[in-house]
Nanobody, 115 residues
Framework: QVQLVESGGGLVQAGGSLRLSCAAS????????MGWYRQAPGKQRELVAR???????NYADSVKGRFTISRGNAKNTVYLQMNSLKPEDTAVYYC?????????WGQGTQVTVSS
């Protein structure tokens, strides 16, 4: 069984920063993609950023230049550094990993940005 544990969410003022962490554990042979998604109230879940096994990255247009996704030195760990946060970044953030034949999600961590 694969588990993803997220941390780092919280309440921050506009313009502030947060760093989200996600640690994957369990029977993981290979990770193809690690990513962060978010879901705001009344909205669909959307991709925020993703990192492929070859180092390629993709970002939502709304976070380009402000957020950075990176892989940690610890095996199967991914971070999301969020700078210059805006109230519209408020959402539950979910970690996701894609392995051959499957997809796993974390439980989500709340990020609230006050104006």
């Amino acid at each position: 069984q694969v588990q993803l544990v997220e941390s780092g969410g919280g309440l921050v003022q506009a313009g502030g920063s947060l760093r989200l962490s996600c640690a994957a554990s369990g029977n993981i042979f290979r990770i193809n993609v690690m990513g962060w998604y978010r879901q705001a109230p009344g909205k669909q879940r959307e991709l925020v950023a993703r990192l492929t096994s070859t180092g390629g990255t993709n970002y939502a247009d709304s976070v380009k230049g402000r957020f950075t996704i990176s892989r940690g030195n610890a095996k199967n760990t991914v971070y999301l550094q969020m700078n210059s946060l805006k109230p519209e970044d408020t959402a539950v953030y979910y970690c996701n990993i894609a392995v051959p034949g499957n997809n796993y999600w974390g439980q989500g961590t709340q990020v609230t940005v006050s104006s």
